[in-house]
């Protein structure tokens, strides 16, 4: 099974440019023929595109930042109204227009934005001594309907992002004063844990076709337990252990599914560079750096792994192409 | 997937613009993701050659003279290893030589100038910069060099107070090369390394602006004036509208055609927020040159962009919370209603 193994018609005439295979002063011609270059009919899809989601963005954002104006002046009705008119406008949009069309998708995640501006505005209303956290979190819960019936990737990443808002928050409120070693650690491994369920069910729902949101978790992942490996570097602790263990098993997953089950060379390039930091903080942790030949031996060091890296990659998505 | 090539080559031989069997796969260019990860370890390598150098060579780092000579050789090292060899260690090897060479050549240059003011040395490692990215023949090597050029022009400009023309200046510098890719093909990989090193450099000026490094770096808050910032945000507005002008010059769709005239209408609209929202303009750039040559990455970095300059807005001391609300609403409404319109006169 591969993903992202499509060829590109705009990088293979290039290539046949550089070959000397196609005339330099044909690239453009090239091009056209090939399919590469937008048609009439492409740019104004893409203008229509552009409109839509720029109006939505900025119309969304446009109300996030007048509630956080604060607007004391107006009276509680005006503030819930002025949330609560376009969140069942765009929910009335959406029966309209269903949710298989472009436009009904962006209307979902509008409406996504604007519960999350109501829950805000109800929290600051009523002071109900709530902390931030809580408001992620409700606002979390409240679109996983919406996410579920949507469908869409754009939503569940937003969903997702207000998950770890509300852990990031959650452990900043009630661990804080706990010393700095314990809570940021224990924060990581449950966004970790947060992060990972996330990705592994998502690889299994979603498949190969759009992979924009699987690599943006998965990037999100990467850096969590990289870093809780050089934690574990640093600090040899009891718990030492745990933190690399959950390394090794994240990179032989990783090696295993995104070499063997799924080819997917953006996951297996995260691997790499995370192995790359930690093994060059565990090289550097060891030999002490002190004498200026110790600088020398780790950069000669991280290039070399790096250039094996790239090496291994190159070869794998060599192998791709044939 | 050879199949799909097959038939890209036999369109192609159909037009007439090749000739011949269908040429073996040659090596495949890395991913766009494999190269940045390569480019963050040789990063990290040459940090480490950096310190190897300060450390064994402490008169090096004493003497402007010395760190000059030991730079430049640094530099020309690495352009010869690049020229070269095409091995992968030979290449990263090069690059972190190259980024350490950059470094102590900056010191020594500011350490044989006498420590000059921040305008000069920054003026300077643009010319450097610029100097090296026409030399030394390697992709990541230029992207880094193209980049870091704008962004010492950045620093140059908020020393003199005129940061707010920074975001215009790297957009067009980008426009410019995104825009004339396929005219100079055999200097296809000066001419995308470039486009990607400027457009990176754009994104970054549009969202982090000259007085917040200012700031940062030297505790010295500059904000320019109130005229010189409005006249920024003109600049990088006009800058949008020429690329739109010469993008329809290149695509040869007449001013004065529905499709013209449309895409005309589309463009000052969005000028028209980039006057209130300078980051749009080379977000917005990047985006459309992106889809313009067929390029993804490039469009999905104009994408990125538009997202991050929005968070950035919301901190921007410009305005008030309440106006930049306002603005956001009433633009959003005004291209929904432009996209309506749009769709009516399209299926009319």
């Known amino acids: 099974m591969r993903a992202g193994g499509r060829v590109h018609p705009r990088n293979e005439i290039l290539g046949w440019v550089q070959e000397g295979r196609i005339a330099a002063r044909e690239l453009r011609k090239a091009l056209e023929v090939g399919g590469a270059l937008p048609s009439a009919g492409a740019w104004r899809q893409f203008l229509d595109r552009l409109l839509l989601f720029m109006g939505v963005l900025l119309v969304g954002a446009g109300v996030v930042f007048f509630l956080a104006y604060n607007w004391r002046e107006l009276g509680r009705f005006a503030k819930f109204g002025l949330v609560e008119l376009p969140l069942l406008g765009a929910l009335a949009v959406l029966w309209r227009l269903g949710l298989d069309r472009p436009a009904g998708k962006a209307t979902l995640l509008l409406a996504a934005l604007l519960a999350g501006a109501l829950l805000a505005l109800v929290g600051q209303t009523y002071q109900t001594g709530a902390d931030t956290f809580e408001l992620f979190a409700a606002w979390a819960a409240a679109i996983v309907p919406w996410a579920l019936v949507g469908r869409f990737p754009a939503l569940w990443v937003l969903w997702l992002a207000l998950v770890n808002l509300a852990v990031s928050l959650y452990f900043q409120a009630f661990h804080g004063f706990l010393g700095v070693a314990l809570g940021p650690e224990r924060q990581m491994w449950v966004l970790l844990a947060v992060n990972g369920t996330a990705l592994i069910a998502w690889e299994i729902t979603a498949g190969l076709r759009s992979r924009w949101a699987q690599r943006l978790v998965a990037t999100g992942v990467a850096a969590i337990v990289t870093a809780l490996a050089v934690v574990a570097i640093f600090d040899p602790r009891s718990t030492a252990w745990a933190n690399s263990l959950a390394w090794l098993g994240w990179a032989a997953a990783t090696y295993a599914a995104y070499r063997r089950l799924v080819q997917d060379l953006f996951m297996l390039a995260l691997g790499a560079l995370s192995v790359i930091v930690v093994s060059a903080t565990f090289v550097a942790k060891l030999i002490e750096l002190r004498e200026p030949g110790s600088f020398l031996f780790m950069g000669l060091f991280v290039i070399a792994l790096s250039a094996a890296a790239g090496y291994w990659l190159r070869r794998i998505a060599a192998r791709e192409h044939t | ?348």
């Open chain 2, 1 to 348: 997937m050879s199949a799909a090539r097959e038939a890209l080559w036999q369109q192609l031989r159909g037009a007439g613009l090749v000739r011949g069997e269908l040429p073996a796969q040659g090596e495949p260019r890395a991913p766009w993701y494999v190269r940045v990860m390569l480019g963050v370890a040789g990063w990290i390598g040459a940090v480490f050659l950096f310190f190897f150098v300060g450390a064994a060579f402490t008169f090096v780092m004493r003497s402007g003279a010395a760190a000059l000579v030991v730079g430049l050789a640094a530099c020309a090292g690495a352009a010869a290893i690049f020229r070269a060899s095409r091995g992968e260690f030979a290449a990263q090897f090069a690059l972190a030589v190259s980024l350490a060479g950059q470094a102590i050549l900056v010191y020594g240059i500011a350490e044989l100038l006498g420590h000059p003011s921040l305008r000069i040395t920054a003026l300077v490692v643009a010319v450097q910069q610029a100097v090296l990215f026409l030399v030394v023949p390697n992709f990541l090597h230029r992207v880094f060099t193209s980049w870091s050029a704008l962004i010492a022009l950045q620093f140059a400009l908020t020393d003199y107070g005129l940061s707010a023309f920074a975001p215009a200046l790297a957009t067009a510098a980008c426009a410019a090369i995104w825009l004339g890719e396929f005219d100079h093909a055999e200097r296809a990989e000066l001419l995308r390394s470039g486009g990607y090193g400027t457009a990176l450099a754009a994104v970054q000026i549009a969202v982090i602006q000259g007085p917040l490094w200012y700031g940062l770096l030297l505790r010295h808050p500059r904000p320019g004036t109130q005229a010189i910032a409005w006249a920024g945000a003109a600049a990088s507005a006009a800058v949008f509208l020429w690329m739109v002008g010469a993008l329809l010059r290149r695509e040869a769709v007449a001013l004065g055609s529905e499709a013209g005239k449309r895409a005309i209408a589309g463009a000052v609209l969005l000028a028209a927020l980039a006057l209130k929202a300078p980051g749009i303009a080379p977000a917005l750039v990047i985006l459309i040159a992106g889809h313009a040559n067929g390029n993804r990455v490039l469009a999905g970095l104009g994408i990125a962009a538009l997202v991050a300059y929005l968070s950035y807005y919301y901190y921007s001391l410009e305005a008030t919370l309440l106006e930049k609300s306002a603005v956001l609403a009433v633009t959003g409404i005004v291209l929904l209603a432009a996209r309506l319109v749009l769709r009516k006169t399209l299926s009319a």
